[in-house]
């Protein structure tokens, strides 16, 4: 779906914001969370998509993650580096569930040689999905994240 509206809960990366107007054909959007819900951004209507925002994760894109997170990789499946940034670029929440398989594959296989780096992706992608998932289910954070790594850490 790619028609935004007023009233719209959008994602990037790493934030949930809520469209709140809508005027001389831009969208006035602000954070949802602390000190930030109180600076106000806007974009260009046709400007949306190009941005890479998305609308929020929905109960049945949430269950598709889960199911996409619960597939085992296949054995001859091969990391790429080069794959994250541009899953990270699409900002799919599918695309980033086999991103963390890869990652968690990797860890184990490299043990204290995986890269800092890539634990950092693994650690952001987790609490941006578990921030936006727990938006949506009415759950803690920390419950969120615990479900994703439990599921990763069992592969």
């Known amino acids: 779906m790619t028609n935004f509206k007023v009233g719209d809960y959008i994602v990037d990366f790493e934030n949930i914001y809520l469209i709140y107007d809508e005027k001389d054909g831009f969208f006035f959007y602000h954070h949802l969370e602390g000190d930030k ?3 106000t951004s806007s974009l260009p209507v046709t400007n949306m998509i190009k941005s890479g925002f998305r609308h929020l994760i ?3 894109n949430i269950k598709e993650f889960f199911a996409e997170l619960n597939k085992v990789l296949p054995d001859d499946s091969v990391f ?3 794959l994250i940034k541009e899953s ?3 900002n799919d929440p599918i695309k980033n569930a086999l991103t963390l398989k890869f ?6 296989e490299l043990g204290e040689k995986f890269l800092k780096s890539n634990q950092e992706i693994i650690n952001n992608i987790t609490n941006h999905l578990a921030k936006e998932i727990s938006f949506v289910h009415k759950k803690p954070i920390a419950t ?3 479900q994703i790594t439990d599921i990763l850490s069992k592969k």
Not at 103 to 108: E, P, Q, S
């Open 58 to 60: 929905n109960t049945q």
């Open 37 to 39: 819900a109180t600076s």
């Open 144 to 146: 969120i994240q615990k």
């Open 88 to 90: 990270l670029y699409l």
């Open 80 to 82: 790429e580096n080069k």
């Open 103 to 108: 990652l968690y594959k990797n860890k184990k």
